[in-house]
C-alpha cells in the first residue's frame, strides 16, 4: 500500500500515493500501462508451502483490484540462520506455484537474514491505460459486493489460541489461498466503477479510502457481510487481533455505527484480513449481469452495501 508520500506530478502516472490506492499504475503507450505494487509479511499458517502461497496470493491481488493482469514477480523474503534452508525453499516453492497459477512468471528476487521469517513479491502487471480501476472511481447509486467472507484476522488469532475449530481454520485457508483473478475478469469484462482489495486496513479501512477518494459516502448494510464460519463466535469469545483494535482507533470519527450494534460485529468489520477479496463499486445497471457471472465462475460475492452522496463521514452502518 502506497500512503503518506509524496504527490507526484507526472502526465503518465495514472494511480500515484495521493489516493491510498492498491498499486501504482504508469502509462507506457495509449495501449499499455504497467501496475507495479508490493508486499510481503510474517508467517499466518504454520506449513511453509502454504505460507508461500498466501503471501503471494496476497501480493497478487493488489494488480486484480486494479483491474490488470500480472507478469512478473520478484521474491521479497526475510529468513533466520536458525531454520533449515529447506524451509525457504518450500516457502519459495509455494510462492512460485501460486504465480504460476496467475499466470505470471517469478523472475528472480532478494533475500535477507533476519530473526523473523517475511516473504511476499515486488509484482508488475499489465492493463490497457483507459481500463484502469482504481478507489476513487465509486458513484453515488453504485452497488457494492465484497468477493471473500471476512474473518482471517479473528480466525489466525484463535489457532494461535487453539481455539479455532477445524472448520473455520479450513475455510479461512482456503479463501486466503484463492486467487481474486476471475473477481477481478468479471468487474472488468462487465463495466465496474471502482474496486479495492481488503487486507490489513479491514473492510472498513478500506472502504473508507474508496468512499474519500471517491467523494462519497459509503452505506455498508452489515446483515449483508459474508463471514468465515464460527467468525461470530469467535469474536464473541474475545479473539480479536490487534490490528483490529488499530484499525477502529485510526478510524475514529469516519464511521457511523448504530447505537445497539454488537462488538462482535464491530470487531469484524475492523478485522485485518489477509489475502482478502475485492470490495466492487457496480453500477446498478450492470449489477444483475456482474452478479450472474460471478456465479458461473463460482465466485461467492455478497452485496454489502450502496455508495451515497457524500456525507458528514465516509462509512455509514446500517
Known amino acids: 500500500m502506497l500512503r503518506q508520500l509524496p504527490v507526484v506530478t507526472d502526465p503518465n502516472l495514472l494511480v500515484g500515493p495521493e ?23 510474517t508467517p499466518v499458517v504454520d506449513d511453509p508451502y502454504l505460507f508461500g502461497q498466501v503471501a503471494a496470493a496476497n501480493s497478487l491481488s493488489d494488480v486484480y483490484a486494479m483491474g490488470g493482469k500480472p507478469l512478473l514477480a520478484l521474491n521479497i523474503a526475510c529468513f533466520p540462520s536458525c531454520l533449515p534452508v529447506e524451509v ?41 491505460p483507459q481500463r484502469v480501476l482504481s478507489n476513487a472511481g465509486a458513484r453515488p447509486g453504485d452497488i457494492l459486493i465484497l468477493t471473500k467472507p471476512l474473518g482471517t484476522g479473528i480466525i489466525n488469532t484463535a489457532v494461535k489460541g487453539e481455539l479455532a475449530p477445524e472448520e473455520s481454520v479450513r475455510a479461512a485457508l482456503e479463501t486466503m489461498l484463492e486467487l481474486n483473478r476471475q473477481a477481478s475478469e468479471v468487474m472488468v469484462r462487465c463495466g465496474a466503477n471502482s474496486c479495492t482489495d481488503i487486507t490489513g486496513f479491514g473492510l472498513l479501512g478500506h472502504a473508507a479510502e474508496m468512499a474519500e477518494a471517491s467523494g462519497a459516502t459509503l452505506e455498508i448494510r452489515v446483515a449483508g457481510v459474508p463471514l468465515l464460519p464460527g467468525v461470530r463466535e469467535l469474536a464473541a469469545m474475545g479473539m480479536i487481533p490487534a490490528g483490529a483494535y488499530a484499525n477502529r482507533d485510526f478510524l475514529a470519527g469516519r464511521v457511523v455505527i448504530p447505537e445497539g ?26 449489477f444483475e449481469l456482474v452478479a450472474g457471472e460471478m456465479k458461473k465462475v463460482g465466485v461467492k460475492a455478497g452485496v454489502v452495501g450502496r455508495v451515497r452522496e457524500k456525507g458528514p463521514a465516509p462509512i455509514v452502518l446500517i
Not at 506455484?97 to 530473526?115: F, L, M, N, S
Open 261 to 286: 450494534t454488537k462488538p462482535e460485529i464491530t470487531a469484524i468489520l475492523f478485522d485485518p484480513q489477509t489475502s482478502g477479496g475485492l470490495l466492487i463499486a457496480v453500477p446498478e445497471e450492470v
Open 19 to 41: 489516493k491510498s490506492d492498491d498499486a501504482a499504475v504508469y502509462r507506457l503507450s495509449g495501449e499499455l500501462a504497467i501496475i507495479q505494487t508490493v508486499d510481503f509479511f
Open 88 to 128: 525457504l525453499g518450500q516457502i519459495l516453492k509455494g510462492g512460485a506455484d501460486k504465480v504460476a497459477e496467475a499466470g505470471a512468471i517469478v523472475a528472480g528476487g532478494h533475500t535477507i537474514q533476519d530473526d523473523v521469517p517475511k516473504y511476499g513479491l515486488a509484482v508488475t502487471g499489465l492493463v490497457h
